[in-house]
């Protein structure tokens, strides 16, 4: 293993809008679909590009990328779950990110439970159960509009956040 003295993703010449993005900021989300049972046929991946809009029904919409499993997994379920991750899961964050080893995958760092709408990590207390309404190119990501079908709002303590590529806690000083 080799320890950088900076960050190893890091573009040489960094997208200024890009960065831009990364200091807004945001709630880390894990969107997953599929079947719990079918290895192949369930994706996750985290997302912090995401905002609700109120309404009757209420929706969410995300910018994915369009070749993730997870998109493909979404495009046929035409279902997903978003659930809310706290301080506890930056590990498992990680792993759906793609930037951390997952031996057997992601799914098996951690208990998940079958819904109607795809695979919900066993103790999160803020998720909702989604359907897909359309998706649409946007840049070069996958701007995915999902209607509301069920939500549930429990207790929000340590919520975990990303900005400016790194992991940090919501409630931590210097990040409201």
Not at 85 to 100: P, Q, V, Y
Not at 130 to 145: F, K, M, R
């Amino acid at each position: 293993m080799t320890i950088h003295d900076t960050h190893p993703f890091a573009d040489p010449e960094p997208d200024p809008v890009r960065r831009f993005r990364g200091r807004l900021g945001g709630a880390v989300s894990l969107w997953t679909a599929g079947a719990l049972d079918d290895p192949h046929g369930r994706a996750g991946l985290t997302v912090t590009s995401l905002m609700v809009a109120a309404g009757e029904p209420a929706r969410l919409l995300a910018l994915v990328d369009p070749d993730s499993d997870l998109a493909d997994v979404v495009a046929d379920t035409g279902r997903c779950v978003v659930q809310l991750l706290s301080w506890r899961h930056r590990d498992l964050a990680e792993a759906f990110a793609g930037t951390a080893p997952a031996p057997g995958g992601p799914f098996r760092a951690a208990p998940f439970e079958q819904t109607p709408w795809g695979p919900r990590l066993v103790g999160t207390t803020v998720w909702a159960g989604l359907v897909v309404e359309s998706s649409a190119s946007v840049g070069w990501s996958d701007l995915l509009t999902c209607v509301v079908e069920e939500v549930h709002v429990g207790d929000d303590d340590d919520p975990l956040a990303h900005r400016r590529g790194r992991w940090v806690r919501a409630g931590s000083p210097g990040t409201h």
